[in-house]
């Protein structure tokens, strides 16, 4: 994420999932080598006002070397932490448990800033899987993001790459597209899908060109998927160590092809997803006119 230079931004409350979404914070602020600020946000008459100060600690630990500090804030936590991304590189937090609970909605912080933030926002759904002191956070496992031709679409494609080149891991870009003859179980075969497949993946080779040129180092992977782009996403979520999605930001020229996709995939994922918010559209068709 080259385009900002401010601190990696956590929000803590002091619960395993919180811990474990530090984790991950850590883990990019050492990798972008950016100061991590660990933020708590107290309600009411909280009177536990060391919390972030001992989540800071427990991650300079964890990141010996990283600059770390932290804040404790009293008033709404999804907008102290949006008032914090606009100088921000990155914001993460917590978001949906694990366990029998797997299917509520996610939290209220996680949903409000993955609708609207000024930077772009980490999402580490179950997060209490890495609160383990010797938990070890994916390191092979590839990025996935999805593409549709839209403003977010390319504001998630060069986050995408940004992310696969910093991890050293391989990039897939997936575009879904509707087909009127998909196999359903019980029906006739559907139609021929090999002509639209082979359009779908031109343009994604396309669309990805400007990207590969700036990181050739990455090894990337297009791939067309007849159906809808919330499940094809949901499914790669399972094989992915992290998920980049673009939501629609003021000023976009090309809407994205459903609006609600992200918030879709946000509810369902298995992975870690990465929002791109606050980013200047790049290599956009009318962009490029």
Not at 75 to 83: D, I, K, M, N
Not at 155 to 161: G, H, S, T
């Amino acid at each position: 994420m080259t385009y900002r230079y401010g601190p990696v931004v956590c929000g803590v409350d002091g619960s395993p999932a919180s811990l474990g979404a530090l984790r991950w914070a850590a883990d990019e602020a050492c990798r972008c080598t950016r100061m991590l600020l660990v933020v708590t946000v107290l309600a009411g008459d909280d009177a536990d006002g060391d919390i972030a100060a001992r989540a800071a600690a427990e991650a300079g630990r964890w990141r010996v070397g990283t600059a770390v500090t932290a804040e404790t804030h009293r008033g709404e936590p999804a907008e102290v932490l949006r008032s914090l991304a606009g100088g921000a590189r990155l914001v993460v937090v917590g978001g949906r448990g694990s366990g029998p609970a797997d299917e509520r909605p996610m939290g209220s912080v996680s949903q409000a800033l993955g609708a609207r933030a000024d930077a772009p926002v980490l999402i580490v759904h179950a997060a209490e899987r890495w609160a383990a002191p010797d938990a070890t956070l994916p390191r092979t496992a590839p990025v996935v993001t999805g593409f549709d031709g839209s403003d977010s679409g390319h504001r998630a494609l060069r986050l995408a790459f940004e992310e696969a080149a910093a991890r050293g891991v391989r990039l897939a870009v997936i575009q879904a597209w509707p087909h009127p003859h998909l196999w359903h179980p019980g029906s006739a075969r559907g139609g021929d899908l090999g002509p639209q497949q082979h359009a779908v993946r031109e343009a994604l080779a396309r669309a990805t060109a400007r990207w590969r040129a700036d990181f050739p180092m990455v090894d990337v992977e297009v791939r067309s998927e007849p159906g809808e782009a919330v499940h094809a996403l949901v499914v790669a979520s399972q094989w992915a160590g992290l998920l980049v999605v673009g939501t629609r930001c003021p000023g976009d020229h090309v809407p994205p092809a459903g609006a609600s996709v992200a918030q879709r995939v946000l509810e369902y994922a298995a992975c870690p997803v990465l929002i791109a918010h606050g980013q200047v559209a790049a290599a956009t068709p009318h962009a490029a006119a």
